[in-house]
C-alpha cells in the first residue's frame, strides 16, 4: 500500500515537469536571427616552386611543408529556421539555414635564392575565407525556458588564395595570382539558448571541415625557359564560437 503511494507520488511529480518544460517553445515555431563571434582559421599548408634551370633539371623549392596556419577574426551570420516538437516530450528538431560573412584570412611569407637569374625571391601567400552558407538540423531538448541543442549539416564556404612572387633586382618582372574557390564542408555544433518571451539569447559553437583546396599554376620565369609550377594545397577548418539573438514567431 505504501509502495503504491510512493509511485503515485513520484509519477504526479514526473507528470508536472513534463507539462511545464518546454511550455515556452510552441509544437511549431519559425524563427529569424543573428550571430557574432570568433571565428579561427586552421589548416596545414604545403607550398611548392618547380622550375627548368634551362639545362633540362628541374628544381624545387619547398615555400611550407604541413605547415600549421592559425588566424582568428570576427564573424557575422543571419540566420532562419524553425523548430518542432514531434511528441508530447520536451524535445524539438528543425533546419537552420545560415549566411555568415568574415575576415579570418591566413598569410604566409617566404624568402629564398632565385636558382634561375641570380636573384632572390620574395613569396607571399594569403588564404581567407570570405563567406560561407549553411543548412543544417538542429535537434534540442528543452529545459524549462532553456533549450539545449547540437546540430549537423553542410557549408559552402567561398574561399580566395592570393599569391605573389617579387625580385630583387627586379631581373623578373612581379607575378601576382588570385584564385576564388567555393568548398564543401561537414558542419558540427553544439549550443545553449534561453527564451525571454519571443526573443532567445544563446551561444553556438560550429565546428566545419572543408574539402581540400589545391592550386597548380605556370608562371612566366624567362622567355628561354619553360614555365614554372607555382603549387599550393591545404584543407581548411573553421571553428566559430558565437553568441545567439533570434525572434520567434
Known sequence: MMCNKIF???TAIN???LTSVGATYKNFQPYIGVTGGLEQLSSKRDE???EDDAA????TTVFSNNKKMSKKSINLSLLTGFTYKPFDIPFVIGPEISWGRGATSSEFKDSSFENVGDTFRFYKSTLARKQNLSIAARFGYIFSDFLVSCAIGYDRGNFKLTRVLTYDPQALPTAQFGKSKALSGLLLGVGIERKFGSIGLGLDFRYTRYSRFNSN???PV???VDPAILRFSARPKIYTTALRVSYHF
Request: neutral net charge; aromatic residues 22%; without cysteine.
Open 8 to 10: 503515485l507520488f513520484f
Open 15 to 17: 507528470v508536472g515537469l
Open 48 to 50: 611548392s616552386f618547380k
Open 56 to 59: 633540362g633539371d628541374f628544381l
Open 217 to 219: 599554376i605556370n608562371v
Open 222 to 224: 624567362q622567355a628561354v
